[in-house]
């Protein structure tokens, strides 16, 4: 302990030397009485030799703002507050910016208390929060315009199906068979029926008769297909609707089975016939002839190879002269393997670099989701997910392996 001084004053100062927050004496004039150890580490970067008992503190105050030298020197009173929590922002010299809430009080005749407090990391903490609070916002704003997206598209598909049910319902009810008979009928009464109108026209209209109830058997048959396919298709799209609402409400689905890959490409592919149909593409399959399982979320994995598909189809330009696209399963024993390749534009190195960053894309009305979206629910199924192309204009291939 110091000579002459008490233990009351000694714990003082240890108490201010240790304080959490920057503080100072100084004289009016700015000279420092005392400084605790808070004060070294915060103003030393700013001053060009080591601040210490004797230095002058106006000249990192100037840094700050040399608002506040001149307030200490120009107040006059014997005793009293000059500057109370405001906030200051600097920038290091090395790099580093800094904001400090700086309170000066003058506690009578040359003792002026400085103190500092360091809100840096406080407000990088606020703006991280507020941040994070708008996300939230525009995440949850999504979510709600999602959700009521999906459930517009979900009536939209409820009232197709249920047109299409009524279609199939009047099918299946229509007898072919009554036009069938009549045929035969007419058939049978050849001759009189000649007799009454000439040879000739009852054989053209027995004929005629004929070809009418074949078309229309042949029609009603293709018709019937043609229903029950896109029944198919809305049981699909209604199982994407599903797992879309999973996301959107965060309770997505755990549940794992068994499902057959080659009935997942046969799905996609004919949910995608239309499209490639339209674009002229040809659509070759190499895929074994004994199921091919793994354990999986049928919808999702559905979500993935459509996802690729239609990447591939909207890479084919209309004007090129060899428009496919390949999918090849193999049944590797341990592991399956899934490769789909097309003719279509490529892309370059650069571009493959970023083709799974979230937000990453290429086309002007894209998201950057999709490819991130598959690249999760693969790696969710202990799988892994790749994709290659030569460069521009030479295509591209996509390679998915699975444990199995």
Do not use: W
Not at 113 to 119: G, H, K
């Amino acid at each position: 302990m110091e000579h002459g001084i008490s233990p009351s004053e000694h714990k003082l100062r240890s108490i201010m030397q240790h304080a959490p927050i920057a503080l100072f004496e100084i004289e009016e004039n700015g000279r420092i009485v005392s400084i605790n150890l808070v004060g070294e580490k915060l103003l030393n970067p700013l001053s060009s030799e080591e601040l210490a008992v004797g230095s002058n503190l106006f000249p990192c105050l100037n840094l700050i703002n040399p608002d506040l030298s001149n307030r200490i020197r120009g107040f006059s009173e014997p005793a009293g507050l000059i500057v109370h929590n405001l906030q200051y922002s600097f920038s290091y010299p090395t790099g580093g910016n800094k904001h400090f809430q700086i309170t000066v009080t003058k506690m009578f005749e040359d003792c002026v208390i400085v103190s500092m407090d360091d809100l840096t990391d406080k407000l990088k903490e606020e703006q991280a929060l507020k941040i994070a609070q708008q996300e939230k916002a525009v995440a949850q704003g999504k979510y709600e315009i999602a959700s009521e997206v999906i459930h517009d598209i979900g009536n939209a598909i409820v009232g197709f199906g249920s047109y299409l049910t009524r279609i199939n319902r009047m099918l299946e009810h229509y007898n072919q068979d009554n036009l069938h008979k009549v045929a035969v009928f007419l058939k049978q009464q050849q001759e009189p029926i000649g007799s009454a109108i000439g040879a000739p026209k009852a054989a053209a209209l027995i004929d005629m008769m004929e070809a009418i109830s074949k078309s229309l058997s042949d029609s009603q048959d293709e018709l019937q297909r043609s229903v029950t396919e896109q029944l198919q298709i809305i049981t699909h799209i209604q199982d994407i609707l599903n797992i879309q609402r999973q996301y959107v409400t965060g309770h997505e689905s755990q549940e794992r089975k068994l499902v057959n890959l080659k009935e997942i490409i046969n799905d996609c592919r004919s949910m995608v016939f239309a499209n490639m149909e339209k674009k002229a593409i040809s659509l070759s399959l190499n895929v074994p002839l004994s199921p091919v399982e793994i354990k999986g979320d049928r919808t999702k994995l559905m979500q993935v190879l459509l996802n690729i598909l239609k990447n591939s189809i909207e890479a084919i330009e209309m004007d090129i002269g060899e428009k496919n696209i390949g999918i090849t399963l193999q049944d590797l024993g341990d592991t399956a393997a899934l490769t789909i390749t097309d003719t279509g534009k490529g892309f370059d190195d650069e571009t493959a670099a970023h083709l799974f960053d979230r937000g990453y894309t290429t086309k002007t009305t894209g998201t950057g989701l999709g490819l991130y979206n598959c690249k999760a629910i693969i790696e969710s199924h202990s799988g892994s997910i790749s994709i290659q192309s030569n460069g521009i204009d030479k295509g591209s291939k996509t390679t998915i392996e699975f444990k199995k």
